[in-house]
C-alpha cells in the first residue's frame, strides 16, 4: 500500500482544491487540462492511502464526506505555508533576516512602538534596497520580536544576543563603554518628576522635601529586568520601604492610587499633573535627567564570510532608518497620553 505522505503531494491536494471549488471532476478536468477519469484515479489513490472515503459516491455532485472537507482544510493550509516558505527563501536570498529582535525600555512610548510596528508590517520587501516578489507580494519576510525591558534589562538583551536592536538604553560615563561590535546613536534625554497623588501625605508639605522626610514614606519603583548584568537601583533611600512593579506604566497607576511616591518620567506623568492627578514636589536631591540612545549589533567587517553577505539585514536597516528621524525620538520619549507632542508625526 502506498504510504499516504507518498500521495499528499502538493499536486494532490491543489487538484483536491479545485474539485471542490468547480463541484464536479469534469470542470476540475477541464481547468487542469486533464481527463475526469485520470482526476478519478487519482483520488481512489488518495482515499487507498488514507483508507478513508474523501467524496460521497451516491451523489452526482462532487460532495466532500467529511474526511474529505478536513483534507481540504489542511490541505489548503500546507499549501499556503509551501508558497510562504518559497517567498521567505527568495526574500532572504535578497537581504531580509528570517527574524529581527527588538528590546524597547518600558519608559518609551508604547503607541509609538506599535505604529512603528505598524508600519513595518505594512511595508512591501522591494521598498528598502530589494525587488519585490512579484503580484500581491507585500509584508517583509522578517518575524519581529518585541521585547519589553527595563533599566540594564535593555542592554542585557542587546549584548546577550537575545536583541538585535535594543532602544531606550541608558547613555553616559555612568552606564560604561558599549560592547565590542555594538553601535549607539543618541536617542535624546527624558527628565524626571517627583509626583505624588493629590491625597498623598506628602502632597501637604510647602518647600523642598528632604530625605528624611522621603524615608517614611513608600516609594514605588520598576524592577530592572536585567539577568546577568549588575541591576541598577535608582533614586531609592537605603532602608526605604519599596513596592516594586514591573513596568513604568504600573509605577504611574501605583502612583495614581497612592500606593507609593517616587520619580516618574516628565512626558509619562505630564497629561495627570495637568488634570490634577498627580502633585508635582520638590526634593532634596537634584531632579534627575536621563540620557538614552539606541544600540544594534553590528558584525565585524572581518568576520569570516563577512564579504559575501550584507553587514546590515534590510529589517534592522528600516528600523535604524526610522529612528534617524527627529520626530520618531521625540515620539518615542514624548508621546504618552492621548495628546501628541508639537511637531510630531
Not at 528570517?98 to 518600558?106: E, K, M, N, P, R
Not at 509584508?139 to 537575545?162: D, I, M, Y
Request: glycine share 10%.
Amino acid at each position: 500500500m502506498t504510504a499516504p505522505r507518498n500521495v499528499l503531494t502538493p499536486d494532490a491536494l491543489a487538484m483536491m482544491d479545485v474539485i471542490a471549488r468547480t463541484g464536479s471532476f469534469a470542470a476540475a478536468a477541464r481547468e487542469l487540462g486533464k481527463v475526469p477519469s485520470a482526476l478519478t484515479y487519482n483520488v481512489r489513490q488518495l482515499e487507498g492511502a488514507l483508507d478513508v472515503l474523501l467524496f460521497d459516491r451516491r451523489s452526482r455532485q462532487a460532495r466532500l464526506t467529511a474526511a474529505g472537507e478536513e483534507l481540504l482544510n489542511e490541505g489548503r493550509r500546507l499549501l499556503d505555508q509551501m508558497d510562504a516558505v518559497a517567498n521567505r527563501v527568495k526574500r532572504v536570498a535578497t537581504g531580509w533576516e528570517t527574524q529581527l529582535s527588538v528590546a524597547v525600555d518600558g519608559v518609551l512610548s508604547r503607541a509609538t512602538v506599535f505604529e512603528l510596528c505598524e508600519a513595518f508590517f505594512a511595508l512591501r520587501p522591494g521598498s528598502v534596497g530589494g525587488a519585490a516578489d512579484g503580484p500581491g507580494a507585500s509584508g517583509p519576510v522578517t518575524r519581529l520580536q518585541l521585547r519589553s525591558e527595563v533599566l540594564a534589562g535593555t542592554w542585557e538583551a542587546l549584548v546577550t544576543g537575545q536583541a538585535d536592536l535594543a532602544i531606550g538604553v541608558g547613555i553616559g560615563p555612568d552606564r560604561g563603554a558599549p560592547a565590542g561590535g555594538v553601535h549607539v546613536q543618541p536617542l535624546g534625554e527624558v527628565g524626571f518628576v517627583f509626583a505624588v497623588a493629590p491625597h498623598h501625605p506628602l502632597a501637604a508639605i510647602d518647600g523642598v522635601i528632604t530625605d528624611a522626610e522621603l524615608l517614611r514614606h513608600r516609594a514605588v519603583a520598576v524592577a530592572d529586568s536585567a539577568q546577568r548584568l549588575a541591576r541598577l537601583t535608582v533614586n531609592l533611600l537605603p532602608g526605604q520601604d519599596v513596592f516594586t512593579v514591573p513596568s513604568t506604566q504600573a509605577k504611574l497607576e501605583a502612583q495614581l492610587r497612592c500606593l507609593g511616591c517616587g520619580y516618574l518620567p516628565e512626558p509619562v506623568a505630564r497629561e495627570h499633573i495637568a488634570a490634577g492627578r498627580l502633585v508635582v514636589k520638590q526634593t532634596q536631591r537634584a531632579q534627575p535627567q536621563v540620557r538614552l540612545g539606541y544600540a544594534w549589533r553590528h558584525p565585524s567587517a572581518s568576520a569570516p564570510g563577512a564579504a559575501r553577505k550584507p553587514q546590515i539585514g534590510q529589517a534592522l536597516r528600516w528600523w535604524l532608518d526610522q529612528l534617524e528621524s527627529p520626530a520618531t525620538r521625540r515620539a518615542l520619549l514624548e508621546r504618552h497620553g492621548s495628546a501628541l507632542p508639537a511637531g510630531s508625526a
